[in-house]
């Protein structure tokens, strides 16, 4: 940490017992590629080793779907493993695996894009669903140019 500061002006400022700090935005700029590199190649990676719409609504549920304030840790990992190993695509299938995987955590429903409550609800299977069942988001948005390609 200290390597990151030491060509950089930094203002301190001390009132009382309140201290501010500022932070220079190339401090932001170097943490944003260990983000990266830790957090999200992973997924990537898992994303490129099989590409499909499983992987894809899988990747979406465990990086972003539960990005919110107040939900549980456990969340986006549960969601993960449940999509990925549900047989088929389904969303009653999928929320009943999700359930499975909180080990008798009881999740709020209104809250969880993963809940099901019957054909074109609002849980990620059915918003995501196209002709032939549920589409490969991350291509789609590929194909789209909606997304970076990643090198
Ligand atoms: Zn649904």
Redesign the pocket.
Known sequence: MRALFRDRPLGWRATGYNVVVMLPLKFFERLSCMYQAQMMDPWWQEYDKKPGPRRALALFAGQYAYERQGRARSYPHAAYFAIDETPTLN?AKIWEAFRGELHGDRPNAKLNPLY???AR???V??VFAGDGGVEDIIEYAMRRNRCRSRA
């Open positions: 969303g099901h409550t019957g609800c609002n849980c299977c059915c």
